[in-house]
């Protein structure tokens, strides 16, 4: 009898963005003339600029020719790009690190998911709530969530730090103390930052309680106001207790052409089962090295193609054009009378639903009322609840429309 | 204290061709003017062919154009390259497949390395022997394959199933009932093929002992012979009990490229602790959703490239340009009286080691007595002791050259 992994079995059947597609998709059949502005899923809409193109053309070219054919790269990443991420992303702000520290990946998403398998299972863990519910998932898959409490929100063994209104968003430090911690700032789904000084506070908890933090950061790309931490390593210490996750899907539109990496530094140290200090880069190459090839050459082109003079300047573009959406996404709902969170230095907009509207309830009125299509607050956990997430990554002109529809919407 | 994955520790520091590498590199650096011919790893070494350099400069430019810009594609892998791979490779067989069947990845070894996340840790795994070395690290690092033997070969909880020139490497039965197996055929690192009766043989005793087959066809491309089935869907009963994974990387050269699929029939149901059924194909699905997000757009267009009219005659001619390697190689050793195995339907050549030389010795004498590298068969598993493994991927002059300095060669 070959056993399945019973802890999959406890992941509820749905996931939040495919709820929301399935109501979408309904609403539209049944209302074909309806015509639907979707500010929902956190997906980029502005092309690949043009220094990227250029880069990928040439790489494609090179793999066309045998004298320029590339086969397997290094697991890690190639050299040319670990040197422009260790330039660009670290030596710029005063952050030191080796090539073998850095590990190129297909994502993110991957990565966070994948790195529960050099961890224990024993392992506590926290998340800040409302939270991305792909750290929450793949934990309950490990077998490290517990079971799902009555509330169908809470898991037994996951600490819960609460971001809401009432503490600015800035999670308390815990009081149970967990060994691993999942931080992301600018923070999806909130859209809010911590400044350097909020930052070092949890370094120095995680250095004095000998916690592991997981530290996401795709949305740094995004940060304009000068106090707040670009990368985890800004802040004093964190090398010894933070493994930091960077993705170019948000940076520079890579959402289709797949490109991140993750930041191990050898300084970081965990234990054994006899209480040993082991090295944690080694094990995460040994993962990499095993369980996976390399990123597509033309992706790892594309990316050190973002790094340079022209890539830089023309994503900056980019960047401004959805942050453009950002301000009058704020402003505008702002002016008639709605509470908003985040949105200066994150592509997201937090809004409290008004009126005491529950998540889904706010849901379904802004897409029944005025075609637009959102994400509620609670999918991202239940500290979510009365909020709702639209993003910035729409194109101007619907956001725009968005806008006026809502301004002229009788709550 | 926060806690590793402990069974990442029992694995051995090094990895086979990393060895294999700094052996090539301390000799090279000795004599630098030894010109070195690498038949060692399995790369491919021809450029990807003209309709799918043409296809991904054209999915290039679409991610150049708003309109034509693709963010995050299904985490599946879009529907025209399901389409293709269906049509293409398995109805033009027999087999009937759904889209949803087929879960497009980058690649087979991350396939392989992750489908272990779905099945319980108690489950005991097979391999035949010599075996491709991710699937036995992959189960020491989820902890299935139990403790290393004194003879530094052998894992307690794994069944190895010996594949050598006395059975004609077909692996016989296991007769301790295993819950996994991997069979890989064509075979790495033999180069040997099962025959369509032997193969129904595996599925016939997965059938009757509830066992699940995880079937590697990554070099069903370089099967030759008709009697040698390309899927294991081709045998009777075979959707009940077996995952198939396939690869563009050595079919197409897309090794640099990454791009693979894995096949979970939804017939295919395993158990939970209850002793119920369960369907495979959703927790894949859950667990491809949660942790991944789908391979590279332009990679999958080039995918679907390889199965255009020219595409495919372009992509055959560079299959028979390796698989004259392979006869040249099995063709010239063989007359100079060495025995050789595999090369017909693969493409690799499996070398018995004359005057009962150690792998690792031939290896050295290979490397400084002919500046040939090869990979030691005794690196992929205890069976392979006494074997050597010689690969196809390598320019046709340098075999040709490799050839001829065997030759000469006073063993």
Redesign the interface.
């Known amino acids: 009898?070959?056993?399945?992994?019973?802890n999959?079995?406890k992941?509820t059947e749905s996931?939040l963005f495919s709820d929301i597609k399935k109501k979408v998709t309904a609403y539209q059949e049944q209302h074909p003339e309806a015509r639907i502005i979707s500010l929902g899923?956190g997906?980029?809409?502005?092309?690949?600029v043009?220094a990227i193109?250029e880069a990928?053309?040439k790489a494609?070219?090179e793999?066309?020719?045998?004298e320029t054919?590339?086969?397997?790269?290094p697991e890690q990443g190639y050299r040319f790009l670990q040197d422009r991420i260790i330039e660009h992303d670290y030596r710029s702000r005063g952050v030191e690190l080796d090539a073998d520290e850095i590990f190129v990946g297909?994502?993110a998403?991957?990565d966070l998911?994948?790195i529960g398998?050099?961890?224990?299972?024993?392992?506590r863990v926290a998340v800040t709530d409302p939270v991305y519910p792909?750290y929450v998932?793949?934990n309950v898959?490990a077998g490290r969530a517990g079971e799902l409490a009555g509330d169908g929100e809470h898991w037994s063994q996951i600490v819960y730090l609460p971001c809401t209104a009432e503490n600015n968003f800035v999670p308390a430090l815990p009081t149970e103390r967990p060994?691993?911690i999942y931080l992301c700032y600018p923070n999806n789904p909130t859209g809010t930052a911590l400044s350097k000084e909020e930052l070092q506070k949890w370094v120095d908890y995680a250095l004095e309680n000998?916690?592991?933090i997981l530290f996401d950061a795709a949305y740094e790309a995004f940060i304009h106001d000068e106090n707040i931490p670009h990368s985890i390593y800004e802040m004093k210490g964190a090398k010894q207790v933070a493994i930091e996750f960077r993705s170019f899907s948000k940076t520079a539109?890579f959402?289709?052409?797949?490109c991140g990496y993750t930041v191990v530094p050898k300084e970081l140290k965990?234990?054994?089962?006899a209480?040993e200090k082991?090295g944690?880069n080694r094990?995460w190459n040994?993962?990499q090295?095993?369980?996976?090839?390399?990123?597509?050459?033309?992706?790892q082109r594309a990316a050190e193609a973002a790094y340079s003079q022209l890539g830089t300047q023309q994503i900056k573009e980019s960047i401004e054009y959805y942050m453009r959406n950002a301000r009058l996404l704020k402003e505008s709902l702002q002016r008639i009378g709605l509470q908003i969170f985040g949105g200066d230095n994150a592509p997201y907009i937090w809004v409290k639903t008004p009126n005491g509207l529950s998540s889904w309830k706010f849901f379904d009125r802004l897409l029944h009322e005025c075609h637009i299509v959102g994400t509620p607050g609670v999918g991202f956990g239940p500290s979510g609840e009365g909020y709702f997430r639209l993003t910035a990554f729409g194109?101007y002109e619907d956001t725009v429309e968005a806008i006026s529809r809502i301004q002229e919407w009788k709550l």
């Open positions: 009898m070959v056993l399945i992994n019973e999959y079995l992941l996931y899923i997906d980029v809409t502005r092309p690949i043009p193109i990928m053309h494609v070219d793999m066309g020719h045998a054919f590339r086969g397997y790269g297909d994502g998403k991957s998911g994948n398998d050099i961890l224990s299972v024993k392992n792909v998932d793949t898959m060994d691993i000998e916690s592991l539109g959402t289709g052409l797949r965990l234990y054994n089962a209480g082991v944690v094990l040994r993962r090295t095993t369980k996976f090839n390399g990123t597509s050459y033309i992706v194109r």
